[in-house]
Every structure is written in structure tokens, then in C-alpha cells.
């Protein structure tokens, strides 16, 4: 398999990814949809990687995933806080951060 074909699926799951932010509104979906698109630019990083024949992009892998991990703790804690308070996980019902 060339590097094309790692790119060819990493630009459908990021589309995917963007898609399901823009258009869902179940803040649950939306934060599957982010990691989503981190997926998809791990596997962008890892073609690179072989390619080149350079571990660097193996190791921006790793931080990604590290982040990504952070992100969906954090997330979660907010999701279940905003559930806890508005007693639904619709994102447009959520107006506790506005004025």
C-alpha cells in the first residue's frame, strides 16, 4: 500500500469527523466526531512517518493521543456537569456560558 491510500482514508475520516461536528447536536456525537478527525491525522502522521523513514511522526502520535485522551476526560466531566445541571445533552439547549 502507498502512502495514498493512508490518505485517502485519512481525509474520509476527517471529513466524517467535520461532518458529524457541523451537523449533530448531541454534544456526545459531537465529541466522538473530534477524535474522529485525531484519528485521522494519526494515521497521517504515521504514513508520513514511513515514508520518510523518520520516527518523528511516531512520536507526535503518541502526544496526540496523550491529548486526546485528556480531552475526552475533561469532556466527559463537563458533559455529565452540564447534564447534572440542564438535564440534557443537547448542545443548543446549553446556554450556561452566555451573558
Do not use: P
Request: aromatic fraction near 10%; charged fraction near 10%; charge should be neutral.
Amino acid at each position: 500500500m502507498t502512502s495514498t491510500h493512508y490518505l485517502v482514508l485519512s481525509a474520509a475520516l476527517f471529513m466524517i469527523g467535520v461532518f458529524g461536528v457541523v451537523t449533530r447536536r448531541n454534544i456526545v456525537i459531537i465529541f466522538m466526531s473530534i477524535e474522529l478527525m485525531l484519528n485521522a491525522v494519526n494515521i497521517n502522521l504515521i504514513a508520513f512517518s514511513l515514508q520518510w523513514g523518520n520516527s518523528l511522526g511516531q512520536v507526535f502520535t503518541i502526544f496526540v493521543i496523550a491529548v486526546a485522551a485528556a480531552e475526552a476526560a475533561v469532556g466527559l466531566g463537563i458533559i455529565l456537569a452540564l447534564y447534572r445541571n440542564k438535564e440534557t445533552i443537547n448542545i443548543d439547549e446549553m446556554n450556561v456560558m452566555k451573558w
